[in-house]
Nanobody, 127 residues
Framework: QVTLAESGGGSVPAGGSLRLSCAVS??????????MAWFRQGPGKEREGVAA????????YYADSVKGRFTISRDNAKNTVYLQMNGLKPEDTSMYYC??????????????????WGQGTQVTVSS
């Protein structure tokens, strides 16, 4: 069983920063050779892909709405993926979810077709 544990959410004013963490544990997913991603979902909205990373090679993928502001990274020794969020805007307010092991190829990494999900961490940005 694979467990994804997010942390780091909170409330910040517009222009502020947060760093989310997602720690992976359990068996059934090879962190070092896998793909992980961050998604977000606001009330009444569809789940939106934010960023993804290929753990082995480090290739990253971003939604246009966060390019230049958010950075996804990983720490192989800690089996952890991070999402550094700078220049936060009120429209970034959402529940943020970590995901692992996509069911498709790179062209679908920002679509919510993943085998494993975390419980989410809330990010609130005030204007």
């Amino acid at each position: 069983q694979v467990t994804l544990a997010e942390s780091g959410g909170g409330s910040v004013p517009a222009g502020g920063s947060l760093r989310l963490s997602c720690a992976v544990s359990g068996s059934g997913f090879s962190f070092s050779s896998g793909v992980m991603a961050w998604f977000r979902q606001g009330p009444g909205k569809e789940r939106e892909g934010v960023a993804a990373i290929e753990i082995a090679g480090g290739s990253t993928y971003y939604a246009d709405s966060v390019k230049g502001r958010f950075t996804i990274s990983r720490d192989n020794a800690k089996n952890t993926v991070y999402l550094q969020m700078n220049g936060l805007k009120p429209e970034d307010t959402s529940m943020y979810y970590c995901a692992a092991d996509p069911r498709g190829w790179a062209s679908t990494y920002l679509r919510p077709f993943y085998n494993f999900w975390g419980q989410g961490t809330q990010v609130t940005v005030s204007s």
